[in-house]
């Protein structure tokens, strides 16, 4: 029954900043890995940036620098603050979670996680 529902998508200029947010139910996002994906038309479902279960952090190369993750505890929350944003950020964002209990994050390994919320679109206009 575990549910992950994104907000925070929509259009923007190149240059610009969003934060996407990730309201966990039936869930507890401060003990477990959690992570951002994006999938643009046509192409493979990608790792953009992952958080565990400790507060570590780990990010795509082509994010680093201007993406941050985080999680709000009390909020039971995870966020991506994207800024410096650029047309190839254009995708659907999608939050994921692993299976309750799993606070490492293992890189990139998309199989590992669990749940995943319904996506938010980011449109970059150029």
């Known amino acids: 029954q575990v549910q992950l529902v994104e907000s925070g998508g929509g259009p923007v200029q190149a240059g610009g900043s969003l934060r996407l947010s990730c309201a966990a139910s039936?869930?507890?996002?401060?003990?477990?890995?959690m992570g951002w994906f994006r999938q643009a038309p046509g192409k493979e479902r990608e790792g953009v940036a992952t958080?565990?279960?400790?507060?570590?952090?780990g990010y795509a190369d082509s994010v680093k620098g201007r993406f941050t993750i985080s999680k709000d505890n009390a909020k039971n929350t995870l966020y991506l603050q994207m800024s410096s944003l650029k047309a190839e950020d254009t995708a659907m964002y999608y939050c994921?979670?692993?299976?309750?209990?799993?606070?490492?994050?293992?890189?990139?390994?998309?199989?590992?996680?669990?749940?995943w919320g319904q996506g938010t679109q980011v449109t970059v206009s150029s």
């Open positions: 958080i565990d279960g400790r507060g570590s952090t």
């Open positions: 039936k869930y507890t996002v401060s003990s477990n890995c």
């Open positions: 994921a979670a692993r299976y309750d209990g799993n606070s490492y994050c293992p890189t990139w390994l998309r199989a590992a996680f669990t749940y």
